[in-house]
């Protein structure tokens, strides 16, 4: 809980820059994305800074609900929640991003130490420097890694402390087996503690595609800036002008699926490579995996959670779910 008296006395907010993937692991990982069969990248390069900035203005489009419906359900139904998860010494942010959405909670949770993760690390330093200035009693310790591979946490944070913040159904960019295995992880890492996590639902089609391809087309602009990002960490040659931006929903395995298209032949290559790209073929940039509550519940049961609760919006577009490890 923050003290008032811990407001006369602020403390800057400590960075743990961890590198777990090396750059040539990095370069490694796109060139066999790169040369499977279909060309594939994985999303995580689409968040150095200036794709974390395209996706915060993202997240205030008209076409892209989630972010709304999951402000609405803390709005609505905080206090339930907040009673629900009981006492938070440390709330950890995972994808925190500009970390808004966790300082929406900081009233009702009443955290002693938040602790945000993201792989864009310069982003997430300019954020917790804003967040600092708000609450300068609140102890930060920022954590820059790819959480997706290895989750390693500040040592003097106890297990049992910890609630996990997966906010704006970033699970669902994960396939099914690798969010089952996500969320173990999460478990592992906070015996004793919770889960608080957002999750998109099942929906029409036509609800679900406008969220992805927008009409001020800035959706696109930040799938196309996931080439500039890969020219960068492999040296490669992409034309962001050669390439367009799709998005359509797969009923069959209930997902949205991100593409970029070569809108002509081409070559791109890169230091000891290269890839022929026919006119129409895909790069296949992103999936997001729509869940009923029902089946996201049995997920996390069967990954090890108990006292398993979930609220929703007015429309039953979104979920927030909260279990105990």
């Known amino acids: 809980m923050v003290s008032p008296s811990a407001l006369l006395a602020p403390v800057a907010p400590e960075f743990l820059a961890r590198q777990v993937q090396h750059p040539s692991a990095e370069q490694i990982e796109l060139r066999d994305g790169l040369m499977d069969s279909p060309a594939r990248i994985d ?9 974390s900035s395209l996706f915060t203005a993202i997240t205030q489009l008209p076409e892209y609900y989630p972010t709304r419906c999951e402000a609405e359900i803390f709005q609505r139904h905080g206090g339930d929640i907040a009673r629900h998860i009981g006492p938070v010494q440390a709330l950890v942010d995972l994808g925190a991003g500009d970390c808004v959405k966790a300082e929406r909670l900081f009233s009702s949770l009443r955290p002693s130490h938040y ?10 330093q300019a954020a917790v420097r804003r967040l600092k200035l708000s609450y300068p009693g609140l102890s930060i310790t920022a954590v820059g890694q790819d959480f997706s591979r290895v989750l390693a946490l500040p040592a003097d944070i106890p297990a049992e402390q910890r609630l996990f913040f997966y906010p704006g159904s970033s699970i669902g960019n994960l396939g099914p087996d690798s969010a089952y295995a996500m969320l173990q992880r999460i478990r592992a890492a906070s015996p004793g503690g919770g889960l608080l996590v957002g999750v998109d639902r ?4 036509q609800v679900l595609e406008p969220a992805y391809d927008d009409a001020l087309h800035l959706t696109a602009a930040f799938n196309l800036n996931l080439l500039r990002h890969v020219n960068i960490v492999l040296d490669s040659d992409f034309d962001v002008s050669d390439w367009r931006h799709v998005a359509i929903f ?3 395995r209930s997902r949205i699926e991100m ?3 070569a809108q002509r032949a081409l070559r791109v290559t ?5 890839r022929e790209f026919s006119h129409g073929e895909r790069i296949h940039t992103e999936n997001s995996y729509k869940y009923t ?3 996201f519940s049995d997920m996390l049961q069967s990954a ?3 006292d398993v609760a979930h609220w929703s919006d007015s429309r039953g577009w979104f979920s927030v779910f909260s279990a105990r490890a």
């Open 43 to 51: 999303p995580k390069f689409l968040y150095d800074a200036l794709g």
């Open 250 to 252: 797969n009923s069959a």
């Open 202 to 205: 099942v929906k029409p089609r």
């Open 304 to 306: 090890g959670y108990r």
């Open 115 to 124: 602790v945000p993760v993201d792989i864009s690390a310069d982003y997430l």
């Open 259 to 261: 593409h970029l298209e």
């Open 270 to 274: 890169w230091p000891g490579g290269k």
């Open 293 to 295: 509550p029902q089946a």
